[in-house]
């Protein structure tokens, strides 16, 4: 019998992608799969916090297996802004583009261009939470650079590339992100 296992998100892309990963034995399930169709509370102050309150939110309310994950760029000169605030940087309209305007802004005339993506993914299977963190440093770039991805991709390098995040493609970028290392020390988990 296949194991069911809730993602926490409606993102088909993600969905198929894990689901891929993951093989035969397990079936995700999206938010939508489970009914739920209301927003999950992330008002935690980390991205531990937040994907554990997603998590346990649906295990709470839903009954299922599951999984929520919560990201977000850490950057070394602003004491780890946006950090968990990466969504919403600059305001709640949440907009990529002034997002990555107030950041550029923030890091006028700062040498120290040190940052990190980072991803927390929580997993709660009959109660037992597990939590897996993926990591990739790399520095921010002065300028806009790339069309790919999304949100602060086209400004940031990772440490041993020439070139940014937007202007690689999603199997390229997968490789090394922080998401794609939190969803390969989730799926070495689950076996
Ligand atoms: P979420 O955890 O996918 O909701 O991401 C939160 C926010 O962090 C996003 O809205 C982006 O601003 C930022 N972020 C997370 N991962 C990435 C990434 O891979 N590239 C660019 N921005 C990211």
């Not at 999950?40 to 297996?65: C, F, I, M, R």
């Not at 999984?67 to 709640?92: I, M």
């Not at 991709?153 to 940014?164: A, Q, S």
């Amino acid at each position: 019998m296949k194991t069911k296992l809730c993602f926490a998100t409606n993102n088909t892309h993600k969905l198929e992608e894990i689901q891929a990963i993951l093989g035969d034995s397990f079936e995700l399930l999206s938010l939508k799969d489970v009914g739920c169709t209301e927003e999950l509370p992330e008002t935690g102050n980390t991205l531990e916090a937040n994907s554990l309150q997603k998590a346990q939110y649906l295990y709470d309310h839903y009954q299922v297996n599951c999984f929520a994950d919560d990201s977000g760029l850490e950057v070394h000169a602003l004491g780890g802004e946006p950090g968990v605030d990466s969504a919403h940087y600059a305001g709640k309209q949440r907009s990529h583009a002034d997002n990555n305007a107030l950041l550029l802004k923030n890091l006028q005339d700062k040498t120290d261009r040190k940052a990190q993506f980072r991803a927390v993914i929580t997993l709660i299977q009959d109660g037992i939470v597990n939590q897996f963190e993926g990591v990739v440093t790399g520095q921010i770039v002065e300028d806009y650079k790339g069309t790919g991805g999304f949100g602060y991709d086209p400004l940031f390098i990772p440490d041993g590339y020439d070139k940014t995040f937007a202007e690689m493609d999603l199997v390229e970028k997968t490789k090394i992100s922080h998401r794609g290392r939190s969803f390969e020390k989730l799926v070495a988990f689950l076996g």
